[in-house]
């Protein structure tokens, strides 16, 4: 009788470690986070090796890497970008997106993390403006402006698909202007060969001085509170700042 | 001298011990006063000990919250305000460049580098910083674009570096005050643990008084009905055999026997009476009714009362006249003089003596026989209940030892705040001395009568009044 509990307690012991060994297992094997960056961004882009690299590339990383949990990076242009996660194709944005109202219904925002600033870039000052050709990122909050603003100042718009473009769209001359986010505009004001006039201004808009935080599926607030708390992490512990510092000589949040 | 054995007791002062729990006895009447201090003093202990502790998790918690606190929101604000200062100077840096430089190319790169450290420059919600840094960004861009001066540029340079100045030191004061919060907390915690810790071992030493004092109380009581019992047994077992006896024995001759009978009934009523007075003093809190007391009122009582008896036992006894006036409860005054007094006929050869002496604000009642005395090794035994020298009669005699008596003389004593003093020498007498040494004691007719000792017919030895004196020259006059 006493083998014959020993034996039952035995099997019991056996069979509650194998369960904790399963579900050790489970737990240990996390499903992989899609993370979406724009295509051909100054914060995001392919090196010579087809690899992610840029700033939000370097930031969507170290967020996985204090999540604890894989990342696997998709890019996109601009104007699908709150649609796509919305939908729940992706698990969370690192495309420096401006929260907005509209952008609020259709998926969740983390805390943000920096101030956005946009940029009108012309040799004309946007007063001077009139019969100009401005070159915006479709889709894009900046296209959103310009379309309600274009009437009042007789703009003639050039919708362009990615960041680059609008760069190029100064170079080839199609268009007079451009309006775009501040590190793109930076980008710009690099470049050789625009003009000796060519001029930068912050456009001060209550739309634009919103601030930038990281689109999350909708369906995943408990992602979202993750992303929060890593965020708060990750501004205290100074990997952040390193990463700003690989980039940029101010500080981006 | 040398050959002769004395002993001196002050029986309220008795031992180290008694000393230590003297103030649990602030005053003779409340006996339980003492205990009942002990219990107030342990529940304020514990009362306070609950109270410093829930104080000490109080000031713990506060400590967690303030860390967990520091940690969630002061140092992200720190880092937040650290970042804005930086921030603040590349704006200051770009904007001087963007206002100051010759080439316009290096103008406009600078002032959307300004712009970029502006949009940073401040926290969410810090509206101040954020409102400045607005204008300045705009002013670099005029200025860029030739839209006013650059000289304005100067004034709000400065405005940009008092702002930094004001979020460094805020920040740093912020880190200062919450440093001094902890602090201060830290150092309310360690006093309240100290004090705390004190507490503990106060609390600890009262028990273990408390325990002592208990455990005293309890084996004297112990032993008390242990030899009362005793006493009684050997009473009863006298008057059996005296019962036995008689039966044996004729009709004619049994008249004797029933009169030490008689006798050895008294006896055993008094001994009851002393061990009721006794257990009755244990449980009661008895209060004197103190009052102005003649002392040869008592005197005369006390002759009338054993006169008889005296005459009865063959003992001469003499109350000696006396003025004297003590504050004193004249119920309970008569009742230890009334124990003394029969003790010593009972002992005594021939002669009692009783007295009273007024000396330096002290009087004093003493009570001299000149009966066996009690060898000077019963020192220990003269604290008890139970004390009948070697040559005490024995129970089933005649007269009874001075038993109960002794300690019923002691305890009512301490209830009138006067001390007894036994003197004796084996073989010779005994003196016992009721001393009222209080501030109120009145003696308005000294009585220092020094014949009155020879007149009772024992030698002046016994006036040795100093406790510290052996009682050497103690030597009844017929012995």
């Not at chain 2, 001395?433 to 003696?443: A, C, E, K």
Request: positive net charge; contains cysteine; proline residues 3%.
């Amino acid at each position: 009788m006493k083998m014959k509990l020993l034996g039952t307690g035995l099997c019991v012991a056996m069979s509650c470690a194998l369960a904790a060994d399963t579900q050790g297992a489970t737990e240990g094997k996390q499903r992989t986070l899609r993370v979406l960056v724009l295509k051909d961004s100054p914060l995001s882009y392919r090196d010579w090796k087809g690899n992610f690299v840029g700033f939000n590339v370097d930031f969507g990383r170290l967020l996985c890497e204090t999540i604890k949990a894989p990342c696997e990076f998709h890019e996109i242009e601009s104007a699908k970008v709150v649609s796509s996660v919305a939908k729940g194709e992706f698990d969370f944005t690192m495309v420096s997106l401006i929260v907005t109202p509209e952008r609020a219904k259709q998926v969740l925002f983390t805390e943000p993390y920096r101030t956005s600033k946009t940029f009108w870039i012309s040799q004309r000052s946007i007063g001077q403006s009139r019969q100009s050709r401005v070159a915006v990122v479709n889709g894009s909050l900046q296209h959103q402006w310009a379309e309600r603003n274009k009437a009042s100042h007789g703009w003639t718009l050039v919708p362009v698909g990615f960041l680059p473009d609008l760069e190029k769209s100064l170079r080839d001359g199609q268009a007079d202007a451009v309006i775009s986010p501040s590190s793109t505009a930076l980008d710009i004001m690099n470049s050789k060969g625009l003009g000796e006039n060519l001029a930068a201004r912050s456009i001060e808009s209550d739309e634009f001085n919103n601030p930038v935080a990281i689109a999350v599926n909708p369906a995943d607030k408990e992602l979202c509170d993750r992303l929060n708390a890593a965020l708060k992490k990750i501004k205290t512990n100074g990997k952040l700042d390193l990463i700003n510092s690989r980039y940029y000589s101010v500080r981006l949040f | 001298m040398a050959n002769s054995t004395s002993s001196t007791q002050d029986i309220t002062r008795s031992g180290c011990f008694e000393g230590r729990l003297r103030w649990f006895r602030l005053n003779a009447a409340g006996k339980w006063q003492g205990l009942w201090i002990a219990y107030l003093s342990a529940a304020i202990c514990v009362l306070v000990f609950t109270v410093l502790s829930l104080s000490i998790l109080g000031l713990q918690q506060r400590m967690f919250l303030l860390t967990n606190e520091t940690q969630e929101e002061l140092v992200p604000q720190f880092i937040e305000q650290i970042r804005a200062v930086r921030n603040l100077g590349v704006l200051i840096q770009h904007g001087s460049v963007a206002t100051r430089a010759a080439g316009r190319q290096v103008r406009q790169k600078s002032a959307v580098l300004a712009t970029f450290a502006a949009a940073n420059a401040a926290s969410l919600d810090d509206d101040d910083t954020r409102q400045l840094v607005s204008q300045a960004s705009e002013l670099i861009q005029e200025i860029v674009a030739g839209e006013r001066d650059a000289n304005e540029w100067r004034q709000m340079e400065q405005a940009l570096s008092l702002r930094a100045d004001l979020l460094a030191v805020s920040t740093g004061q912020r880190v200062m005050k919450r440093a001094s919060d902890i602090r201060d907390d830290s150092l309310i915690v360690r006093n309240v643990t100290i004090a705390l810790a004190a507490l503990f071992a106060f609390s600890i030493g009262l028990m273990l008084l408390l325990g002592r004092f208990l455990t005293r109380r309890i084996k004297l009581k112990s032993q008390l009905f242990n030899e009362a019992s005793h006493d009684f047994r050997q009473r009863l077992h006298g008057m059996q055999l005296l019962i036995n006896t008689a039966r044996r024995l004729p009709a004619k001759q049994v008249s004797g026997i029933m009169l030490s009978l008689t006798a050895v009934m008294g006896e055993l009523q008094r001994y009851l009476d002393n061990f009721l007075e006794i257990a009755r003093m244990d449980a009661v809190a008895v209060r004197p009714q103190i009052g102005r007391v003649s002392l040869q009122r008592v005197f005369q009582r006390l002759e009338l009362q054993f006169e008889e008896i005296a005459k009865y036992n063959n003992i001469d006894i003499k109350f000696i006249h006396t003025r004297a006036i003590v504050f004193s409860d004249e119920r309970i005054l008569l009742r230890i003089l009334e124990n003394v007094v029969s003790n010593a006929i009972k002992f005594a050869r021939s002669k009692v003596l009783v007295a009273t002496r007024c000396r330096a604000g002290v009087t004093e009642v003493f009570v001299i026989d000149n009966g066996p005395g009690m060898p000077d090794d019963s020192d220990d035994k003269l604290r008890g209940e139970f004390i009948q020298g070697d040559g005490a009669p024995k129970p089933g005699a005649t007269g009874g030892g001075f038993g109960l008596g002794l300690s019923i003389v002691t305890r009512s004593a301490k209830l009138l705040n006067a001390s007894v003093r036994i003197s004796s020498r084996a073989g010779h007498g005994s003196m016992i001395r009721l001393i009222f040494d209080g501030p109120r004691q009145h003696h308005s007719a000294l009585v220092p009568r020094k014949p009155s000792v020879h007149r009772a017919g024992l030698r002046p030895g016994w006036r040795s009044q100093d406790p510290t004196e052996p009682m050497g020259t103690v030597e009844p006059s017929n012995a």
